[in-house]
């Protein structure tokens, strides 16, 4: 019996086999597995499940990273900024003491860049503007790389898996795990920020205002609609919720990009001091945003 059970050739289950995919990250393996089971019965919750958080994470990005400003955004700004703002306030006129400063570093044998930074081949977000000598030209859209990544997304899967237009959000808003799955898969995955917007609506009504997700994922998509003081009230709202397993350091990176935006940047830095203050420790995401501010200002001296 034990010999014939040895050479029994057994089959495994394959929504075991996907959920072992999906928590060794091989995304691709989990999405096709899903895709058999859906294939032989395209009722099952939860290889659908599965899959379209699977596509979720093969799509997302860290957005709470600062980016630059495409002409898009500079067009369609309905913000209105000083024209002549004191110096060391605003982003586009920084510290003129401070920049005269810099002009007697030394910049050596290696190339440099018009911040006295040495080139190192990778430009990062809001300093490409102040290379004086960079021939490279913003972006054109506005919200460029979202858009980019979701129109290549498309046009690498004709079939959608999930269609947004024919979603009917009335069935998902109560259910809470669902519910957060879809506004994941719309927001990074579909890149539709509307339908997600509209579906984040539903939910916080139906908890009364009580689970920071759908705060947090509302002012990301008031953010990418930007609509910024609209988003700066969602992630304010965040904060003053008391979970602990709450993670306030996206919360806080997410208000100085939008405090950015508004050309704020003494907001900005008093914002990251607040997020130091209240984690109690030097977070490294919040040290480095805090002295890239300084950096935009020209106040080497405060950013190193």
């Known amino acids: 019996l034990l010999l014939r059970c040895f050479f029994t050739r057994v089959s495994m289950d394959l929504l075991w086999l996907a959920q072992s995919k999906l928590r060794r990250r091989r995304f691709d393996e989990c999405i096709d597995i899903c895709t058999k089971i859906l294939e032989k019965n395209a009722y099952d919750k939860a290889a659908w499940f599965l899959k379209a958080r699977a596509m979720t994470e093969t799509d997302y990005i860290d957005d709470c990273d600062m980016e630059e400003e ?5 067009l369609v ?22 920049a005269d400063g810099m ?23 809001s300093t490409q503007s102040l290379n004086q000598s960079s021939n490279a030209s913003r972006p054109m859209t506005m919200n460029g790389r979202l858009l980019r990544l979701g129109t290549q997304s498309m046009l690498q ?5 999930i269609d947004p237009n024919t979603l009917n959000l009335q069935k998902f808003y109560s259910d809470g795990a669902l519910s957060k799955l879809l506004i994941n898969f719309l927001f990074y995955s579909e890149k539709n920020v509307r339908k997600c917007l509209e579906l984040c609506s539903l939910c916080t009504k139906h ?5 920071y997700f759908y705060k947090l994922r509302l002012g990301q998509c008031y953010y990418a609609l930007s609509m910024y ?25 997410y208000l100085c990009k939008i405090y950015i935006k508004l050309d704020q940047p003494k907001n900005a830095i008093k914002c990251y001091n607040m997020g130091l203050n209240q984690l109690n420790t030097a977070d490294v995401s ?19």
């Open 207 to 211: 908890v009364q205002f009580t689970d």
């Open 157 to 161: 899967s004709s079939d959608k898996f």
């Open 103 to 125: 002009r007697p570093l030394s910049r050596g044998m290696r190339p440099m860049s018009g911040m006295n930074r040495p080139i190192t081949g990778f430009v990062r977000p």
């Open 77 to 98: 700004n309905e913000e209105s900024m000083a024209s002549l703002p004191r110096p060391g306030t605003s982003l586009n006129r920084p510290n003129t003491s401070a």
């Open 229 to 253: 003081r609209d988003a700066e009230k969602q992630f304010k709202s965040c904060l003053k919720s008391q979970v602990s397993s709450m993670s306030v350091i996206p919360i806080y990176l």
């Open 286 to 304: 919040l040290l480095l945003g805090k002295a890239r501010i300084y950096e935009l200002l020209r106040d080497i001296q405060a950013s190193t």
């Open 70 to 74: 495409t002409l898009g955004d500079q």
